[in-house]
């Protein structure tokens, strides 16, 4: 998925930077990580988190960490997952903080899942519309009551925050972030390359019916 | 996703082992992890690993090794992903003496994407029949000309062994086998608290005809 190389120069790679805690989600980073990861020539992934030990998802496999919130912030995409630590999360102010001083840095920030609970928390949503995974929604939508959340999306958009549904909505999301970043073109491909069935529609979304939320 | 207490004598709960190796697809091993470390009543995840210290993907995320190939083989069912790195690992001996050592004692061996050229080259699929990822079906096929290789598939099942197409496709294998081992309900409330849409024909393949393979 990179191009031939060429004499011109190229212009800097996009961080992405995905943002790791105790008991994150699995599939809520590594989906978005590998469609944004097929684009090497474009993007570098750095994973981060407040401290520097490797950082066990809530499935147990535990991540290496490649920077902590004191080693600056030169990020341009910052990715947040959801999982069970986000009920943690959303109450640890040294999380909230690094969000809120980040968040003015970047390009885009992006949630999958209820990450966006932890985004809320941190103020970053108030007078958004935003999503979060369909059946931990009550959960989320109680971090702020100054967020419009909308319950039927795959993932919302608003100006340079998204947020994604539950889980594999992210890889979704991260595709539409790639179509606005490089092209549509370039983001059918990353999705045929990882042979996975790119729901295109942000209102795609079957789940908030089956969670009751309609 | 986990039952209720219960004061009845529960079944052992089975190891998922997760097979790494340099330069590893993401998705290939982690969206599998997901289906699977959601059911963490009946399943453990080890992650293993020719050598114990941490393990690079192709994208860049480093994973933690729990076990190394020395540690025994007490694992119920293997996971080889696929990724830039089989190239190399379908002709690293000390690997193949692994799979070939590791098969016997497993309830289920899958490989997703290029991982069955990994499988074939150890000559455990010669007789059988399998799929691998459908951009990089001419190298894994090359790896074994005593399989018999099915280009148009989501997934391939023979006997206990499993076979998924490109990356994705690993998602959609992993629920069919936890279908098997537990029930098609169980996989059905998987995806759909994952928000992930099952593709439940192992003959779906839109990919195979975009690759030329038909």
Known sequence: MNGSHSSR???RKKIVGALL?????????????????????????????ESAAPVASAQGPRSVVDRTFTDG??????????GQGTRREAGNPVMLQYLRDCYPQLAYLASICTGSGVLAAAGLLDGRRATSNQQSF?????????VTWVARARWVTDGNIY???GVAAGIDMSLALIARI????????????AEYDWHRDADWDPF????GLL
Chains 1, 2 share one sequence.
Do not use: N
């Not at 805690?21 to 988190?49: N, Q, R, T, Y």
């Not at 912030?73 to 959801?82: A, N, S």
């Not at 009550?138 to 100054?146: F, I, L, N, P, V």
């Open 163 to 165: 947020t994604a549904g």
């Open 182 to 193: 490089l092209s549509e073109e370039v983001a059918v491909e990353v999705a045929r390359y």
């Open 21 to 49: 805690f105790p008991d994150f989600e699995l599939l809520d980073i590594f989906g978005p990580l590998e469609m944004f990861g097929m684009l090497s020539d474009h993007f570098e992934i750095v994973m981060l988190a």
């Open 138 to 146: 009550a959960w989320a939508s109680s971090c702020s009551s100054a």
């Open 208 to 211: 908030a019916e089956q969670a």
């Open 73 to 82: 912030t030169d990020i341009d995409i910052l990715l947040l997952p959801g």
């Open 9 to 11: 120069k190229k212009p």
